[in-house]
């Protein structure tokens, strides 16, 4: 069973008792830097934290903390060969500043990685810059499409066994996030993970797109997001920490590789 953790860099998740409860661990980061953008330093003395955390299914924050992915998925992409898996209402791949990665930008540094086969972006809105080698992103529409006629496409689509999951909920569209809301029903994005969780071993997955409250108390319009959002956290546990484990997929025989963009 994945075990559950939260990385605490304020006081954002205080405000959701339910998943505070549920959670193993809670690892505090104290450390300067880490919003929206930070340098390579910054990430590595991150990485060296995470290193004894002991859990899984991980949630970060807001999503302007989405970039702290990286070490986290970096741990896992030295076991083995692994696909990545992201929900997002953004690609997340435009440069950097040199020396710095930023909450746009981790997933280029992803695609670095050695180990890592295939970075499958679901959910942005709008258009996409060019894409590195390895990263295929599908809108809302297309995803959509895709799964309900043709799942098959998505074997393709993820060569390794092993499946890192990375959540923004800022590619929902019944929430209400700090970076506005996405075009993808919850729906869609449970029953895809259904689909995926029994053919993959799940091997980590973090969560971000915490409404941070404006002041030290929400206002009822925040509260309202705030406990909306803590009910889908609790979902995706109860789903994910239910699935972690490794079902042998069937032959998929020699598909075309679908890399790319999908509109």
């Known amino acids: 069973m994945m075990r559950v953790g939260i990385l605490e860099t304020d006081d954002t998740y205080e405000w959701q008792p339910g998943l505070l409860n549920l959670a193993e661990c ?14 390579r330093e910054t990430l590595a003395s991150v990485a060296e934290r995470l290193k004894d955390l002991p ?29 990545v898996v992201v929900f997002d209402r953004h ?15 981790w997933i280029r540094e992803v695609a670095r990685l050695s180990t890592v086969r295939r970075i499958v972006v679901l959910g942005p809105a709008g258009g996409t810059p060019a894409l590195p080698p390895g990263v295929t992103t599908l809108t809302p529409k297309a995803w959509r499409y895709w799964f309900y006629r043709a799942p098959g496409y998505f074997e393709a689509l993820l060569p390794a066994d092993d499946v890192y999951l990375s959540i923004d909920k800022d590619a929902f569209s019944e929430l209400s996030t700090s970076w506005g809301r996405g075009e993808v029903p919850v729906t869609l994005a449970f029953a895809f993970l259904r689909w995926l969780l029994p053919r993959r071993r799940l091997v980590g997955a973090d969560v971000c797109g915490e409404v941070r409250p404006r002041g030290p108390w929400p206002t009822l319009t925040e509260l309202r997001s705030i406990k909306a959002s803590e009910r889908l956290n609790l979902a995706l546990c109860q789903l994910l920490r239910a699935h972690c484990g490794h079902i042998r997929r069937q032959h998929r025989g020699n598909r075309p590789d679908p890399g790319g963009q999908a509109a």
Do not use: K
Request: hydrophobic content about 45%; aromatic content about 6%.
């Open 26 to 39: 809670r690892l505090t980061l104290d450390v300067a830097g880490l919003r929206y953008l930070s340098t």
């Open 55 to 83: 859990a899984e299914l991980v949630f970060l924050g807001s999503s302007d903390l989405h970039h702290l992915a990286l070490p986290l998925i970096e741990l896992r992409a030295r076991q083995g060969p692994l696909s």
């Open 91 to 105: 690609t997340d791949i435009f440069p950097a500043p040199q020396g710095f990665v930023s909450c746009g930008s």
